[in-house]
């Protein structure tokens, strides 16, 4: 029995050590959240968990063509924005996943300066998270020193399409629409190579019986491409209750922070997005302190970020 035991302990250990990496969400439009947040993370690595990083930070400024997913209204610099993820080594990644880009839309200067200026810089290298086939071929062959990321946005539902994906060599990583996130019978039975390339998308809190999300991606495309369009009729039953946290969590494609290090983890999948760009800052620190921060050191978090009298949570 005891033997028995020194293995499980043995066994636990050796699974701590494998890191999770988070991809947050508001690169421009929660700047200042971050300018306060990323030093506290550095200066205070006892407040967070230790088998967790930040795998990159995501989004786009306002009134770009090229953007998708949700209405961008980040008005950071991108200078500035590009500095901080600099100073603290992170990958800064541009969330481009219109669906509905054609030829013309491709010589938009305001993206392609963005790219531009992405792709000078290298350690680490920064990313753009894609929906358009047209436009993966525009940035392997322009801005060949940018990783891509295949977008949730396309809604891959159908297990086998979802593994086709995974096995294109243009992208780095590709995120599953939330609806896989529990098939641990075919999720088990991907080599390590693939997995290795999986981020889950960990609180979605659309409805899971949800048969429209591809049209609702594509009017949030239409959007940004400044065509005049209706807003996509929802058909969830709790249409009028908004984002909710605690809605997510009852969400059957919900993964827990324990999830995480218990299932995930020890299946070889390391890599975790957290959506939140169309929400409010205050929501999104929710989502640091439930998913990287140890119980006892949440209030240290929260009280050094309400008490920075530059930050404007609500």
């Known amino acids: 029995m005891l033997q028995k035991q020194q293995r499980r302990a043995q066994l636990v250990k050796n699974e701590t050590k494998k890191k999770a990496y988070y991809h947050l969400p508001g690169l421009f439009e929660f700047y200042e959240l971050y300018r306060v947040f990323l030093p506290l993370f550095r200066e205070h690595r006892e407040y967070f968990y230790d088998w967790c990083e930040i795998g990159s930070i995501y989004g786009a400024p306002d009134d770009c063509i090229w953007g998708g997913g949700r209405t961008s209204f980040g008005g950071e610099r991108p200078e500035k924005v590009l500095a901080l993820m600099q100073e603290y080594r992170i990958s800064a990644r541009l969330t481009f996943s219109n669906s509905l880009l054609g030829e013309a839309h491709l010589q938009d200067k305001k993206c392609n300066a963005l790219c531009a200026l992405f792709e000078q810089h290298t350690e680490p290298k920064n990313g753009v998270i894609i929906h358009s086939d047209l436009l993966l071929e525009y940035l392997q062959e322009k801005y060949p ?7 949730t946005t396309k809604v891959l539902t159908d297990f086998d399409q979802f593994l086709d994906e995974v096995n294109r060599e243009a992208f780095r990583y590709v995120v599953p629409d939330f609806r896989l996130n529990k098939r641990f019978g075919k999720l088990s039975q991907m080599d390590a190579g693939q997995k290795a390339k999986v981020e889950f ?16 991606y ?97």
């Not at 020193?145 to 977008?151: A, H, K, N, T, V």
């Not at 218990?262 to 390391?270: E, H, I, N, R, S």
């Open 145 to 151: 020193g940018l990783y891509l990321i295949s977008s």
């Open 201 to 216: 998308l960990c609180n979605e809190c659309c409805w899971f019986g949800c048969k429209d999300r591809k049209s609702c």
């Open 218 to 314: 594509e009017t949030v495309s239409r959007k940004n491409l400044g065509e005049s369009c209706q807003e996509h009729p929802c058909h969830a039953p709790d249409l009028g209750k908004g984002y909710r946290f605690s809605k997510a969590m009852s969400n059957p494609g919900f993964i827990s922070a324990a999830d995480i290090q218990t299932v995930y983890l020890p299946m070889g999948f390391t890599n975790f997005k957290i959506e939140g760009r169309g929400l409010g800052s205050a929501l999104v620190l929710e989502f640091l302190l439930y998913y990287m921060t140890r119980p006892e050191y949440q209030i240290h978090v929260r009280e050094s970020i309400y008490l920075d009298n530059m930050l404007d949570l609500f």
